[in-house]
């Protein structure tokens, strides 16, 4: 029996049931599913001889078919969506212990609980803080959503675009370092109250805004530092493909830490196949003030191909001279249907103090579902 003859089975029920058949059996129903059937495609001897008794399934097999049923229950449900991806990958940089590493392994369940009312829960298994998202949205209108529990802050595009649609391996430096949320390394996420939405104007997007209050812990794991804060969002759709916005983050209380504040600028334009997306972020820890930003260009060559290249500058103390650090990237993605995609990347790395050039290079490799 093969995986692809497992996933033909979930459609009969839909396809097979035709209730103006006289022919019909009358016991058939396309909700309940034909175990004599599931039977059947697993051991297809036993289908081209109906006269013969069963044979017995034994429990492994017992226990295959109940998984298969229950997830085949949970994936025919409108109302639930289960999706997962896994990352494998290789780095060659110094410094770096874990070369091979499984870099990822999340799965996300989220649905719509009425036609006003959706939910998102996601989790890693691998990488802290484990649970990703827990969240519920209300959406009362178009353009008004109120999200509350865990999610992502809203602050810059590159950290709010999910790890396996991102076109390099690994997001810039600058993103990792100074958004918040990945500064603190829970994953850009907060446990908070957030309200976006989008006004459209001529049937298109027109202004995109997302303005949230946090309390500076996640749900399961929590840095020694809480910042409680506010941040919000607004960006722009002046023409077809142009996005040009501003994000703001700043604490309201502090525990265990300093005083934290965050502003970026930030611009993409899209134009069928081409991608071009820069941001600039300013940040204040206290009195220590640091920036950095990036700019990306990639290009989806056809449906198999995409390349991409990228700068960034970080600079780690704005009132000190000789405190930046500079990266160059290049890299190649490979598609196999929509559930493979295969990358390599390599990069150097500049440093001003002290002053030494090293290089980067990743593979990695996403099975997703």
């Known amino acids: 029996m093969t995986i692809l003859g497992l996933l033909r089975f979930r459609s009969i029920g839909k396809t ?50 109940s998984c298969f049923l229950l997830s085949t229950a949970v994936w025919a449900q409108d109302p639930i969506q289960v999706h997962g991806y896994i990352q494998g990958r290789f780095t060659n940089q110094e410094g770096v212990p874990d070369r091979l590493e499984i870099r990822r392994a999340r ?27 827990a969240s519920l949205m209300w959406k009362p209108a178009g353009a008004v959503h109120v999200t509350i529990g865990q999610l992502k802050i809203p602050f ?92 703001w983050y700043g604490s309201i209380s502090v525990s265990g830490g300093p005083v934290k504040r965050r502003s970026e600028a930030e611009g993409s334009y899209k134009w069928n196949s081409l991608t071009l997306q820069v941001e600039q972020i ?29 700068a960034e500058w970080i600079r780690s103390n704005t009132s000190k001279p000789n405190t930046g650090s500079f990266i160059y990237e290049a890299g190649v993605n490979y598609y196999y249907g929509k559930h493979v995609k295969v990358q390599a990347d390599i990069g150097a790395r500049t440093d001003q103090s002290p002053p030494r050039t090293t290089g980067v290079f990743l593979a990695q490799m996403q099975l997703s579902f």
Request: glycine share 8%; charged share 20%.
């Open 156 to 247: 810059s595009t590159e950290s709010l675009l999910a790890d396996n649609l991102e076109v390099p391996i690994e997001r810039a430096r600058v993103v990792n370092s100074l958004a918040p949320g990945r500064d603190t390394g829970v994953q850009a996420r907060d446990v908070g109250l957030q309200v976006s939405g989008i006004l459209e104007r001529r049937n298109r997007p027109w202004i995109e805004y997302a303005a949230g209050i946090f309390r500076g812990q996640p749900l399961i794991y929590s840095p020694p530092a809480h910042f409680r804060a506010t941040a919000a969002r607004v960006m722009l759709h002046p023409i077809q493909g142009l996005a040009l916005g501003a994000d």
């Open 107 to 133: 799965l996300t369940v989220l649905g719509d609980a009425s036609s006003q009312l959706s939910y998102t829960a996601q989790v890693d298994v691998v990488k802290k803080p484990y649970l990703l998202d």
């Open 16 to 65: 097979a049931c035709n209730k103006n058949d006289p022919n019909q059996e009358p016991n058939w129903n396309p909700g309940v599913i034909r175990t004599d059937v599931l039977i059947s495609l697993l051991h297809p001897d036993a289908s081209a001889q109906p006269a013969a008794p069963r044979v017995p399934i034994e429990p492994p097999m017992k226990i295959f078919v």
């Open 282 to 310: 300013w940040a204040r820890d206290g009195k220590l003030e640091h920036s950095g930003g990036y700019a990306l260009s990639g290009w989806r060559f056809d449906k198999l191909w995409e390349g991409m290249t990228r």
